[in-house]
Nanobody, 121 residues
Framework: QVQLVESGGGLVQAGGSLRLSCIVS????????MGWFRRAPGKEREFVGV????????YFADSVKGRFTISRDIVKNTVYLQMNSLKPEDTAVYYC??????????????WGQGTRVTVSS
């Protein structure tokens, strides 16, 4: 069973930084992309950013461009979301996402359980 395990959420003041981590619980055959979505209170889940596992392409929502970056550690099977210059409107539950192919299974979408980020003004 593949699991995405997030960590790094918490409470931070506006203007501060946080780094979220997401590790894939077991070695997979192939990973195409990993990234992050978020759901703010009372809103739909929205795209934050994604990177191809090769590192060739990275995309971000306009709302976080220039403030958030994504990196990955292939050896640790981990993706990171570095969030700088945080704003109160970044307050949300952040979900790790991966499109990958576990051994003996098909390509599929996988989601983490979510980690809460609260930015105080």
């Amino acid at each position: 069973q593949v699991q995405l395990v997030e960590s790094g959420g918490g409470l931070v003041q506006a203007g501060g930084s946080l780094r979220l981590s997401c590790i894939v619980s077991r070695r997979t055959l192939s990973t195409y992309a990993m990234g992050w979505f978020r759901r703010a209170p009372g809103k739909e889940r929205e795209f934050v950013g994604v990177t191809t596992w090769s590192g060739e392409s990275t995309y971000f929502a306009d709302s976080v461009k220039g403030r958030f970056t994504i990196s990955r550690d292939i050896v640790k099977n981990t993706v990171y979301l570095q969030m700088n210059s945080l704003k109160p409107e970044d307050t949300a539950v952040y979900y790790c996402y991966a499109y990958l192919k576990p051994t003996m299974k098909s390509w599929d979408d996988y989601w983490g359980q979510g980690t809460r980020v609260t930015v105080s003004s």
